[in-house]
C-alpha cells in the first residue's frame, strides 16, 4: 500500500463545467502523475508533476490543468469539462526504487 | 512517440491451461514493468525487468525481458480463475522524470 488516496472516486458532472480531482499521498515521494484509461486507448499520461511547482505535460493534456502546492496533493483539473473528458482517472506516485504504485481510481461521467 | 504493443487484446482460457501475453516495441527501454489490474481498482506492479535477457518467476507466471530490450513476454502456467484480469505491460525509456508507456492491456478470462 502506497497510501494513495483519490476523490472522488465517481463523479457526474454537466459540458461546461469546471471539475478538480484530488490525489493525495501520505509518503513524501516526490514525483506524482495524472493518467486516463480509455478502452481501446489503456492508460495515458496527462500531467506529472517532479516537485512542489514543478509539472509538465503529458501525452494528452490538452483541456487540462494541474497544480502541486505541496508535496502530498497532486490536482487535476478539467477547466470546462467535454464529453470526451469521460473516462477513469489514476494518479500514480513513483518510489526511491523507481516502481509506479497507482491510486483506486476515479471515474468520471461527463454529461 | 514510444509505442509498445500487446498481444492478444484478449484471452479466454479454461482453468488449467499455458498462455502466454507479448509485449513489443521497436524502441529500447530502461526496463520493463507488468500490471495487473482487476475491474474497479487501479494497476498493481507484478513485476520490473532491468536486463535483456532477464527472466524473472513469480509462482506460476513467467516474465522475460529480451535481449535487446524491446520486447518482453509473460507466461501464465496452469491458469486459474483468480489470474484473470487486464494485463498490462509499461516501459520506461530512462528519461529524467521517469514517465511510462503503456500497452493497451490484455483482458485474460480463465474460466472454471
Known amino acids: 500500500d502506497a497510501g494513495i488516496t483519490q476523490s472522488p472516486r465517481h463523479k457526474v458532472t454537466e459540458t461546461g463545467t469546471p471539475v478538480t480531482l484530488r490525489c493525495h499521498q501520505t509518503e513524501n515521494h516526490r514525483y506524482m502523475y495524472w493518467y486516463r484509461q480509455d478502452p481501446g486507448h489503456g492508460l495515458r499520461l496527462i500531467h506529472y508533476s517532479y516537485g512542489v511547482k514543478d509539472t509538465d505535460k503529458g501525452e494528452v493534456s490538452d483541456g487540462y490543468s494541474v497544480s502541486r502546492s505541496k508535496t502530498e496533493d497532486f490536482l487535476l483539473t478539467l477547466e470546462s469539462a467535454t464529453s470526451s473528458q469521460t473516462s477513469v482517472y489514476f494518479c500514480?506516485?513513483?518510489?526511491?526504487?523507481?516502481?509506479?504504485?497507482f491510486g483506486p481510481g476515479t471515474r468520471l461521467l461527463v454529461l | 512517440t514510444q509505442l509498445l504493443e500487446q498481444s492478444p487484446q484478449f484471452l479466454s482460457i479454461q482453468e488449467g491451461e499455458n498462455l502466454t501475453v507479448y509485449c513489443n516495441s521497436s524502441?529500447?527501454?530502461?526496463?520493463l514493468q507488468w500490471y495487473r489490474q482487476e475491474p474497479g481498482e487501479g494497476p498493481v506492479l507484478l513485476v520490473t525487468v532491468v536486463t535483456g535477457g532477464e527472466v524473472k518467476k513469480l509462482k506460476r507466471l513467467t516474465f522475460q525481458f529480451g535481449d535487446a530490450r524491446k520486447d518482453s513476454s509473460l507466461h501464465i502456467t496452469a491458469a486459474q480463475p483468480g489470474d484473470t484480469g487486464l494485463y498490462l505491460c509499461?516501459?520506461?525509456?530512462?528519461?529524467?522524470?521517469?514517465?511510462?508507456?503503456f500497452g493497451k492491456g490484455t483482458l485474460l478470462t480463465v474460466n472454471p
Open positions: 500514480a506516485i513513483r518510489d526511491r526504487q523507481e516502481t509506479q504504485y
Open positions: 524502441s529500447v527501454f530502461s526496463s
Open positions: 509499461a516501459g520506461d525509456s530512462g528519461g529524467s522524470n521517469y514517465k511510462l508507456t
